[in-house]
């Protein structure tokens, strides 16, 4: 039989995983193949925040339902075409009854494509940019379990400050933090969980992106 404790959902199959996938498959899916892995990709990163954006007051298995739509609906999530969407755009996804019809939230993805485009053009990457926040791994906790883990940190503090400075919407430190456990920054699969190690290896084998060095 499947067990669940504080960290840990152990599986009829005897695999390990965080406690809060539980027995959604969506969710295990998404802890088992995505959570956690270090992204290097604009598009990803971009889609991470706009996803991380909307779930803003919702949980996350709504938007993990909602994903797909969402991709059709922000143009797979491509800046450049993002960036240019006008107001019928916006009344557009606001008939769509398969993403979350928030005007806020909506608006705030087509200005944080501008955005993230400014971050490149800066930056050379939306990646080199975020990764420049990595936290010191002497400053993360020893052991992951639920009691230890953060709802934010001083780096994601700091991402979130400089985002909003930038004319970001819909950033905290709370949602960045929570973007930096998806796309590897940190990793925060419980100390218990059969994918804390899998994920320790792709982040050591990961070439962090460089920020482009002005001529």
Known sequence: MPELTTDIYIATDGTRRCSWCGRSELYQR?????????????????????LESFQAGLSWLTILRKREAFRQAFAGFDMKSVAQFGDADVARLMANEGIVRNRQKITAAINNAARAL????????LAA????????????????????????????TRLAKDMKKRGFRFVGPVMTYALMESMG?????????DFRLKIKRARDAFERPKIRENP
């Open 30 to 50: 998404y802890h088992d193949l995505e959570w956690g892995q270090p992204v290097g990709e604009d598009r990803d990163l971009f889609e991470k925040i706009c």
């Open 118 to 125: 400014e971050v490149v053009e800066e930056f050379g990457s």
């Open 129 to 156: 940019y975020i990764w420049q926040y990595e936290p010191d791994e002497r400053t993360l906790p020893k052991k992951i379990t639920r009691d230890t883990i953060p709802k934010t940190n001083a780096e994601a």
């Open 185 to 193: 920054l940190v990793n925060n699969h419980m100390q218990e969980c």
